[in-house]
């Protein structure tokens, strides 16, 4: 018996109008899956930070953002997504450097 798979694309196209709707827990659970299978798709893993982030995992997005930071050090949003976690950690002085850097690229901190 064959067992049929949903497609990829299709899973981050449900994951994103999961993120999109503000099912942001339901939205990482199937995007961490996706990462897990595809950890180099920095697209996954960037959406992954955000619903993360958007959920109060706080922790997480960190580790997502760093991540695609360390794969992709010109990615703007990533500099920013990782400044704003960092001031919801509290951790203000630490979010300054990556929020500059966003600024620097472009985005407004």
Same mark, same amino acid.
């Given at each position: 018996?064959?067992?049929?798979?949903? *497609?990829? &694309? +299709?899973?981050f196209a449900h994951a994103? @109008?999961?993120?999109?709707? @503000?099912?942001? =827990?339901?939205? /990482?659970? $199937?995007?961490?899956?996706?990462?897990?299978?595809?950890?180099? !798709?920095?697209?996954?893993?960037?959406?992954?930070?955000? /619903?993360?982030?958007?959920?109060?995992?706080?922790?997480?997005?960190?580790?997502?953002?760093? +991540?695609?930071?360390?794969? !992709?050090?010109?990615? /703007?949003?990533?500099? $920013?997504?990782? @400044?704003?976690?960092?001031? #919801?950690?509290? #951790?203000?002085?630490?979010? @300054? &450097? *990556? =929020?500059?850097?966003? +600024?620097?690229? &472009? $985005?407004?901190?």
């Open positions: 018996m064959t067992t049929t798979r949903t *497609p990829p &694309g +299709a899973v994103h @109008g999961l993120f999109d709707s @503000g099912e942001f =827990l339901a939205a /990482a659970a $199937l995007l961490a899956e996706l990462a897990t299978e595809y950890p180099d !798709d920095l697209a996954v893993r960037l959406l992954l930070a955000r /619903a993360y982030y958007h959920s109060a995992q706080l922790h997480r997005a960190e580790s997502e953002t760093r +991540a695609v930071l360390a794969a !992709d050090p010109e990615n /703007a949003y990533a500099y $920013l997504l990782l @400044g704003r976690t960092l001031q #919801r950690r509290s #951790r203000h002085a630490e979010a @300054g &450097g *990556p =929020l500059r850097m966003a +600024a620097a690229m &472009g $985005l407004a901190a």
